[in-house]
């Protein structure tokens, strides 16, 4: 008899282990479904890293670039300063 209860106990064991496999926390579709919503994130956080450094770089292009803002404003709209009088000259 307590030959027959080991291999019985052996074996529930490896069923439960197998069930636990395929349905239980940590699953094989669990983990194939976490890794498939951890590459969408990824790629979601590529786009986003790319859409706030070209923030980043428009943003430090208008502090930096005030000289570049007045020279498009003075010689596109034609915009003078105060007390200035706008002289064009065409060659």
């Known amino acids: 008899m ?6 019985a106990i052996l074996i529930a064991l490896l069923v439960i282990f197998h ?12 983990v194939r479904d976490m890794q ?3 590459t969408e994130l990824q790629a979601k956080n590529v786009q986003a890293q790319t859409s706030n450094d070209q923030l980043a770089a428009e943003v430090r292009d208008l502090k ?5 803002v007045e ?10 300063k105060p ?9």
């Open 2 to 7: 307590a030959n027959r209860i080991v291999p």
């Open 19 to 30: 069930a636990q496999l395929w349905t239980g926390r940590g699953s094989i579709t669990q």
């Open 36 to 38: 498939q919503r951890l």
């Open 64 to 68: 930096e670039g005030l000289e570049m």
């Open 71 to 80: 020279e498009k404003a003075r010689s596109e709209l034609g915009m003078v």
């Open 83 to 91: 007390n200035e009088i706008f002289v064009q000259v065409n060659k």
